[in-house]
T-cell receptor, first 108, second 113 residues
């Protein structure tokens, strides 16, 4: 049973493109939602939390739809440095469940 | 800014040997975690630890695994008799409940030969 699913990727986009990642989760008791970024052979790092009202941090916008159990991340004006794997993470209580990640390559 | 540290960064061991992976979580955090990530695969939860005891563990965390917080600062993961399939990155994380934010250490790469 896959608890958190993401677009399989990889996504290869040119610099400046807008790219969207999708994530679905199966546990309706999930309470908190996050996007993490993971560079090759490095630890996951928190990119942003995701709130029901949607939230934006610079070029990054996250959306949550609890009814559909769906989370998204939009990156505008992508930079070469955005190349990484993006992990959708769902939390209930003190448990954190990671999706498999979607790899993004931003090309010059 | 405080950070989670892990040692060693890379551990090579022979199959059947015991290994201890060490982590120093952020000092005022109360929840600690171990995850593993096999190369090319997703981050998998192993165990969570709170108030000096295991609060939850996954089916991966079998009798070969144990965790300890021996001195109030270090948080260790022991694998008693390593198998080839234990080769992975092992990440420690600590959790700041007030901000619902989890911080990861840089990981230990375990290679079992």
């Amino acid at each position: 049973r896959k608890e958190v699913e993401q677009d399989p990727g990889p996504f290869n986009v040119p610099e400046g493109a807008t790219v969207a990642f999708n994530c679905t989760y199966s546990n309706s008791a999930s309470q908190s939602f996050f996007w993490y970024r993971q560079d090759c052979r490095k630890e996951p790092k928190l990119l942003m939390s995701v709130y029901s009202s949607g939230n934006e941090d610079g070029r990054f916008t996250a959306q949550l739809n609890r009814a559909s159990q769906y989370i998204s991340l939009l990156i505008r004006d992508s930079k070469l440095s955005d190349s990484a794997t993006y992990l959708c993470v769902v939390n209930y209580g003190q448990n954190f469940v990671f999706g498999p990640g979607t790899r993004l390559s931003v090309l010059p | 800014e405080p950070e989670v540290t892990q040692t060693p960064s890379h551990q090579v061991t022979q199959m059947g040997q015991e290994v201890i992976l060490r982590c120093v979580p952020i000092s005022n955090h109360l929840y600690f975690y171990w995850y593993r990530q096999i190369l090319g695969q997703k981050v998998e939860f192993l165990v969570s630890f709170y108030n000096n005891e295991i609060s939850e563990k996954s089916e991966i965390f079998d009798d070969q695994f144990s965790v300890e917080r021996p001195d109030g600062s270090n948080f260790t993961l022991k694998i008693r008799s390593t198998k080839l399939e234990d080769s992975a990155m092992y990440f420690c994380a600590s959790f700041r409940q007030a901000y619902n934010e989890q911080f990861f250490g840089p990981g230990t790469r375990l290679t079992v030969l």
